[in-house]
């Protein structure tokens, strides 16, 4: 499907709604306060979705915000408190100006495209994830209070225990899937015009982690919060870990993350996107695709690339702008709604 329409007729709310709907975030701001519509007083977003056979039956889900009574979640006409038990992980993939942040941002926007992804194909992950939260949150809070000469440092040993677990699980998944999408980001980076020898690789925080086996990420993880405690005592936190954690991305030894232009960023996450999309579609999730206003930004030879890629393989909405550019998408038998003023027109 292609939505177009001028600039600033509603085609990127279009976008943001879906993956409110399923992912319970926007692809462009952490605080939902910022997308309620101008002189109103709350937003409500609600879906039905359905996957392909033999998939889940058909599901609702609803949200809602408002200032002064925060976030409601509905799944299927019941009341959802957790945003974890609520969300449908790989059910969206989205690609806005903004998800250049997961080439060229800080390292917390890699690890968070790589946890999505991490979430929806590995069973427990999530787990992992929030019990390595919380002990990091209730390890930083002792060390903090043991530096003020409140509490004892070796209160904070118990939470370490619980990090280098949970932390080495959430390091070997990670290892493991940037392994497995090697090959198909290098496969798409080629094929959308940013040149062979795509790469990927973790860079484990500390990176002492970096050569050991699975089976020792535990152990490593814990002599290492137990020599780093004076130096984090003093810093009142913890200083290095899975949290830290950062994905190298590149063409050859050129890291792009640092070193790449707009329009090499701009590739490379596409080519991530679509390897992400691979990696779902084989563990059987079938992700809605969302591209917002990307065909303005590639030349001809990269736009009937990508188009070719996304062609026949599941849902994809693709927003447009530029008519030459719809044009194109609209060429392929895709169907075509056009938008105006915040709401559809045909």
Known sequence: MVVCGPNGA?????????????????????????????????????????????????????????AGIG??????????????????????????????RAVKGPPAARRRSLDRLLEAVVPGFAEDSAAYQEALAQRNALLRRARAGETDVRAAFPWEARMATHGARIAAARRRELAALVE?????????GGGPGGRLALESSPSGLQGDHEEA??????????????????????????????????????????????????????????AHRERLIASGTWPVLLLDDVLSELDPGRRAALLGAVEGT??????????????TAGARDATVVRVSGGTIAT
């Open 10 to 66: 509603g085609k990127t709310s279009l976008v943001e709604a879906i993956v409110l709907a399923t992912l319970g975030v926007s692809p462009r701001t952490a605080q939902l306060s910022e997308l309620v519509r101008h002189d109103c007083p709350a937003l409500r977003v609600a879906a039905e979705l359905e996957g392909p056979p033999p998939a889940a039956p058909r599901t609702r889900r609803e949200i809602g915000y408002a």
């Open 71 to 100: 976030r409601r979640l509905v799944a299927d006409g019941a009341a959802v408190r957790q945003l974890a038990a609520w969300r449908i992980p790989g059910s969206v993939l989205v690609f806005v100006p903004e998800e250049l």
């Open 184 to 192: 198909p980001y290098a496969r798409w980076l080629e094929a959308l």
């Open 217 to 274: 990420l535990e152990a490593s993880l814990r002599a290492h919060l137990e020599r780093m405690r004076p130096r984090e005592l003093a810093a009142g936190m913890t200083i290095s870990g899975p949290h830290r954690d950062d994905v190298w991305i590149g063409s050859g030894d050129h890291d792009l993350r640092r070193l790449g232009s707009q329009g090499e960023q701009r590739t490379a996450a596409l080519a991530l996107l679509l």
């Open 314 to 327: 599941g849902q994809v909405i693709l927003t447009a702008a530029d008519p030459e550019a719809h044009a």
